[in-house]
């Protein structure tokens, strides 16, 4: 639609409102769709994790169980089903976080691969038979009194970086170089769980 004294290929006034106005309304809704798009916290937390009884690392319970340190294959009676965050939805937490594809363990990937149960060279991001894993953030320092359940007490081993359970009243750790679990140099961790 043209007025009377607009010459065609040239703008008036009332026209580039007018395309201002469509614009403005597309931005607006592209702003709506980016904020639903956004992650939530229901959707950063990735459970299935268990808590060996055997030798209290944490590890992805999802078969093949992985080889443990203490001997046979991980166990999960009496675990907790715990929850870790993806590092990619961020939040507070360290990063780096990655499950060994040789024994299931959940371990701090920041330096070189240590002991490892099921692979003599360390620990593995990836096999034959699995793919590569993911990053996960681990959560630490004071526990949060935001209405979620978590437990406190974890550590990173500073022997094969394995995340394991070390709070009041632990058993005896496991560690696959040899002994207990040594968490000296650990930063305070605490997990999400829920009773299953």
């Not at 007490?153 to 500073?158: L, N, R, T, Y």
Request: glycine share 12%; proline share 7%.
């Amino acid at each position: 639609m043209t007025e009377e004294n607009e010459s065609p290929g040239r703008s008036t006034r009332r026209g580039f409102l007018g395309r201002a106005s469509a614009l403005s309304g597309l931005i607006a809704l592209a702003g709506t769709v980016a904020e639903v798009a956004q992650p939530s916290d229901a959707f950063a937390v990735v459970a299935g994790f268990r808590s060996c009884p055997k030798c209290q690392t944490l590890w992805s319970a999802a078969p093949p169980y992985g080889n443990c340190p203490a001997g046979g294959t991980h166990e999960e009676y009496g675990s907790w089903n715990y929850s870790v965050k993806e590092q990619p939805d961020g939040g507070a937490g360290q990063t780096d976080w990655r499950i060994c594809a040789a024994c299931e363990c959940l371990w701090w990937s920041g330096t070189l691969a240590k002991a490892c149960s099921g692979d003599p060279n360390g620990h593995r991001i990836s096999s034959r038979t699995r793919p590569k894993s993911r990053y996960y953030l681990v959560e630490y320092g004071t526990v949060p009194s935001d209405g979620l359940l978590r437990q406190a007490g974890w550590k990173s081993c500073d022997n094969c970086s394995a995340l394991y359970f070390a709070g009041p009243g632990a058993p005896p750790s496991r560690c696959p170089n040899g002994g207990a679990h040594v968490g000296v140099y650990s930063w305070a961790y605490n997990l999400r769980y829920t009773v299953s």
